[in-house]
C-alpha cells in the first residue's frame, strides 16, 4: 500500500482520453510520476496512490489539465518545472447562460482566431472547455494569456487586446535577449 493518496473527479467524456489507447497514457502518468492511478470510468473518479506527495501533486496537475480538454502531450509538459496550469471559471464573469456562451464566444473568436492570436503571441496553450478556460505553459507565458483573456472576458477589444500582447511579447524578447547577453 501506498503512503499518500489523493482523489480527483474529471469529466467522464475525459476518462478515455487520461486513460489512452491500451492504458498508454495512464502508464506513462504513472511511469513519469512514480504513482499509481485508479480509475472509476463510470463515475470519472480517479485516486492517485504514492510514496512522494510531490509526485502526487504533479500527477493530479496533469489529470486536472486532461480532465480540462487538454491532449495528454500538452498535459504532460506540467511535469517540468518551468511550466504551470491556470484555470478560469467563465461563470465568475457572466451572470446568465446566454452571457457564458457569449463571453466563451469572444475568447474563441471567428473561427479560433482570437485563442490562437492569444496562445501564438503568449506562447501558450489554451483551451476552451465547458465552463473554463485553461492555459498551459511558461509561468510567465500563462500569466500573459490569463491577463489577454482576462481582458476580454471584462468587455475589452479584440484590437487592443491583440496590440497589449503583441507589445509585452516584444518587452520578453528583449528581456531574454537581455539575459543571453549577460550569461
Not at 120 to 146: F, Q
Not at 164 to 178: G, T, V
Amino acid at each position: 500500500m501506498k503512503e499518500f493518496q489523493t482523489e480527483l473527479k474529471i469529466p467522464k467524456d475525459r476518462i478515455a482520453v487520461l486513460i489512452g489507447k491500451h492504458g498508454s497514457v495512464k502508464k506513462d502518468i504513472e511511469g513519469r510520476t512514480g504513482t499509481e492511478l485508479d480509475i472509476n470510468s463510470k463515475e470519472g473518479d480517479v485516486i492517485v496512490y504514492g510514496d512522494d506527495g510531490l509526485k502526487i501533486f504533479e500527477a493530479k496537475e496533469v489529470i486536472q489539465a486532461i480532465g480540462r480538454g487538454f491532449n495528454p502531450q500538452v498535459s504532460l509538459s506540467l511535469l517540468n518545472v518551468d511550466y504551470v496550469f491556470d484555470l478560469i471559471s467563465i461563470k465568475d464573469f457572466a451572470g446568465t447562460k446566454n452571457s457564458e456562451i457569449r463571453l466563451k464566444s469572444r475568447v474563441i473568436g471567428s473561427q479560433g482566431k482570437a485563442r490562437r492570436i492569444i496562445e501564438d503571441l503568449s506562447e501558450s496553450n489554451i483551451i476552451i472547455y465547458g465552463k473554463t478556460i485553461g492555459i498551459i505553459g511558461k509561468a510567465e507565458s500563462v500569466n500573459v494569456a490569463k491577463r489577454a483573456i482576462l481582458m476580454l472576458l471584462r468587455g475589452s477589444r479584440h484590437a487592443s487586446v491583440y496590440h497589449w500582447l503583441e507589445r509585452k511579447r516584444k518587452s520578453l524578447k528583449s528581456m531574454e535577449f537581455a539575459m543571453r547577453e549577460e550569461s
